[in-house]
């Protein structure tokens, strides 16, 4: 007899006003790498190692399954579905607008971006393929009704991620030789399949703060993904590829993830505004590139980049607000009544 996969829910009652700090840390720092990575200067295949990890990993503790499916869809539509759809058409429409200002628009252009659009194109998503992807993984957790289920997910996303890269997709439909969000999943799930187990030790979690551990875990993290980094070589999971060896891969993206974990724990307290980021990373995730084009134009590259992705970042506290009051479609933040 299968047993039913259940997740108490935690009484974060007790936790600084339903808030989890370190969890707005992470995603705020993870955001910022995120940025900073999309400047493609300073230590961007380090980086690469475990941002993006790093976003399925919280993606994965926050999760849960809803005992109304009708509940599980709404959010999923109302919350990722619907923000990603805006964000990307409007990046779209921009795209428009300067290719008609450069005289070079096509109306096969729309064509193009509709067919991506349905069949998860990163080339039609942009950075918005980790939205796509997220649903599909949520949609996965939600109807996984046993461990063992979850479990053989596991081992069967890291078997088709192991094959994937490792065959000739020239010759493979489109949907399968370009960067997909559906294809995204197999190196995707891993990461959320390890949050989703940290789920019900977030309480714990929350109240451990030994600090000579965590030192000890960010020096750790710091020296497993130099490893990885080093014998993995360039890994880009927007595409489905691990890099040289999967297990590798593994261990950079949670080591990377266990080392923003230990600074946000060691940080602590997290300030107004780094919970407004931490509420608006899928803002900052759909439009940052804009800022960073407009930043490249008046500046080469250089280790003021890192300045530069912090400035983008505190640029977005405003946006988010706004978007949050007036368009909260776009964030994310509307609910049936």
């Not at 998503?125 to 046993?146: A, D, P």
């Not at 980094?229 to 949670?254: E, W």
Request: glycine share 6%; proline share 3%; with cysteine.
């Amino acid at each position: 007899m299968v047993t039913e996969f259940h997740y108490p829910q935690c009484n974060l009652c007790m936790v600084v006003g339903n808030r989890l700090e370190w969890i707005d840390w992470m995603k705020s720092l993870g955001i910022y790498l995120i940025v900073l990575g999309h400047f493609y200067s300073v230590g961007e295949k380090f980086i690469y190692i475990f941002h993006v990890p790093l976003f399925f990993l919280i993606s994965g503790i926050l999760s849960k399954r809803e005992e109304d499916d009708s509940i599980f869809w709404k959010k999923i539509w109302y919350n990722l579905a619907v923000p990603m759809l805006i964000m990307a058409t409007l990046n779209f429409i921009l795209y428009c607008i300067l290719q008609i200002w450069c005289g070079s628009f096509h109306f096969s252009d729309l064509y193009w971006f509709i067919r991506n659009i349905l069949f998860g194109m990163v080339s039609g998503y942009g950075n918005l393929w980790f939205v796509y992807t997220l649903i599909l993984l949520k949609i996965s957790f939600q109807y996984c009704k046993s461990i063992l289920l979850f479990c053989f997910l596991f081992v069967l996303m890291l078997a088709l991620a192991y094959i994937y890269n490792n065959s000739d997709v020239s010759t493979c439909p489109f949907f399968l030789k370009e960067p997909n969000a559906v294809v995204n999943v197999c190196t995707a799930f891993p990461f959320f399949a390890f949050g989703v187990f940290l789920h019900d030790y977030r309480t714990i979690i929350n109240g451990w703060n030994h600090r000579k551990m965590l030192f000890f875990i960010i020096i750790c993290g710091l020296l497993l993904v130099s490893i990885c980094y080093y014998y993995n070589g360039s890994a880009g999971l927007y595409r489905c590829n691990y890099g040289s060896n999967i297990f590798l891969f593994l261990i950079g993206g949670v080591a990377g993830s266990m080392m923003i974990f230990a600074a946000s724990k060691i940080i602590g307290h997290a300030p107004q505004t780094v919970t407004i980021i931490s509420q608006g990373t899928i803002i900052v995730l759909g439009f940052h590139k804009l800022f960073v084009e407009l930043f490249r134009v008046f500046f080469p590259a250089s280790y003021l980049d890192i300045i530069f992705a912090a400035l983008i970042v505190i640029i977005f506290i405003p946006v988010i607000v706004a978007i949050e009051k007036f368009f909260p479609l776009m964030a994310g933040k509307y609910r049936l009544k």
